[in-house]
């Protein structure tokens, strides 16, 4: 079963109670994950840093990304209490950890189990290794990269879980090591890579959704999406490409100010999604091609079976004019048909009998 994260990110607006119920619209939807972003927006971004384009069209406000981001900022204590909330919910936790405080604050306070690396962050060895130190399993969100620079961040996750250093081998040395069956077993099941267009939201002639087979392809990794376009379509149709992890923005309400409202689904069509993809799910089914459980009993109703088309006597020559194919599916098969013309019937039959010889 694909496996849905519903990305509430900074929709909380810093507020916790916001932020209780968007855990509670992920749990009724059904969700398997809620997922936050947990970060000290001194350690994440200078004073200098502008928003993005989206960020400052969404947020109404002029203002450097450091000051955006302190209002969406949330405690230690607020996050103890949202993990608590999504136990009794029954719905999982997670949160992307923008510096190393955060990380550690997630690893050994909250005790998260699956680490979210996001695009932004691919290029930050550094963190990147602290990821992979953890042992956790791992999630690279893919946007705004190209192969090389995925697979260099994948080369320093296989350091991580393998190595007791804290220094990287540099240029070929890493590329070599990662090339190794060590390193590619180190991940095998332990990472997940997510394609994804980071613009929000992201024009549907740039989410080029094939790209979700060359990943497979090229690191024989499990393959899900990261989705920031607009609507529930392109969520759905990546499960049916074969994505088994989907991360999709939701909000409380599309109208709320903050720089990810907007490129957000509101709880209702967070629960068309899930349910979209259970159906996607199930219908996915198996690669055999057999004849279904549901199917047996329309066989003899729509198939077809050799019949009189007149009044046929004992000893009559069968020919195109006297034998036909017609419901029901019930007599002998069509693929028989050449085998009787020319023999004599042993039977009378009147028309539409069953030829049965």
Known sequence: ????????????????????????????????????????AEELTTQH????????????KDQSQLSMLKKLELSDEAFINIKMV??????????????????????Q??????????????????????HAITGK???????????????????????GYTSSSETLPQGQLLTKFFESRVAQESIKNKVTLLHCTSEYPAPFEDLNLNAMHTLAKE???????????LGIEVSIAAVGMGAQVIEKHFTLDNGMEGPDHQASIEPDELERMVQSIRNVDLATGSADKNIQTSEIKNLSVVRKSIVALDEIS????????????????TG????????????????????????DE
């Open 1 to 40: 079963m694909t496996i849905i994260i519903a990305e509430a990110g900074v929709n909380h607006n810093g507020n916790e109670e916001i932020a209780h119920s968007l855990v509670h619209a992920a749990a009724k939807a059904g969700a398997d994950i809620i997922k936050f972003q947990t970060f000290r």
């Open 49 to 60: 840093t502008l928003q993005a384009n989206y960020q400052l069209k969404n947020s109404n």
């Open 86 to 107: 999504c136990d009794d919910l029954g719905i999982g936790f997670m949160s992307t950890a923008f510096d190393l405080a955060s990380l550690n604050f997630l690893v």
């Open 109 to 130: 306070k909250i005790g998260v189990e699956t680490l979210k690396i996001p695009s932004g962050e691919i290029t930050n060895a550094p963190l990147i290794l602290e």
């Open 137 to 159: 399993d791992i999630i690279l969100s893919t946007g705004m990269s190209n192969i090389d620079e995925i697979r260099n961040a994948l080369a320093v996750i296989a350091f």
């Open 219 to 229: 690191f024989n990794l499990q393959i899900g999406y990261s989705d920031h376009s």
């Open 314 to 329: 004992l000893g009559e020559v069968f020919s195109k004019k006297n034998i036909g194919i017609k419901r029901p599916g």
């Open 332 to 355: 002998l098969s069509p693929f028989k048909y050449w085998d009787y013309l020319g023999k004599k019937s042993q039977h009378v039959y009147h028309a539409g009998d069953l030829i």
